[in-house]
Nanobody
Framework: QVQLVESGGGLVQPGGSLRLSCAAS????????MGWYRQPPGKQRELVAT???????TYADSVKGRFTISRDNAKNTAYLQMNTLKPEDTAVYYC??????????????WGQGSQVTVSS
């Protein structure tokens, strides 16, 4: 059983910062790509950022220069540092991990979601 558990969401004022964490646990060999997605109220889920096991990153245009994705492979944990937050960043944030199991298959696992609300 593999689980991705998120933490770090909350309420923050515009211009503020938050850091989300996503820790993987369970029985697996490794985690390949990891990513953060978000679902604003009344909208579809969208990609925020991704990171490979080697540390290569990609970002949505809307968060470039403000958000930073990183990971600690020894802790099987990914992070999303969010700076200069705007009200339009308000959403439920989900982490995604491409997890390699001992069977040789790679499956996608989602975190439970963390609410981020940017409001004065």
């Amino acid at each position: 059983q593999v689980q991705l558990v998120e933490s770090g969401g909350g309420l923050v004022q515009p211009g503020g910062s938050l850091r989300l964490s996503c820790a993987a646990s369970g029985n697996f060999l490794s985690i390949n790509h990891m990513g953060w997605y978000r679902q604003p109220p009344g909208k579809q889920r969208e990609l925020v950022a991704t990171i490979t096991s080697g540390g290569s990153t990609t970002y949505a245009d809307s968060v470039k220069g403000r958000f930073t994705i990183s990971r600690d492979n020894a802790k099987n944990t990914a992070y999303l540092q969010m700076n200069t937050l705007k009200p339009e960043d308000t959403a439920v944030y989900y982490c995604l991990g491409h997890v390699a199991l001992s069977s040789g298959y790679v499956y996608q696992y989602w975190g439970q979601g963390s609410q981020v609300t940017v409001s004065s």
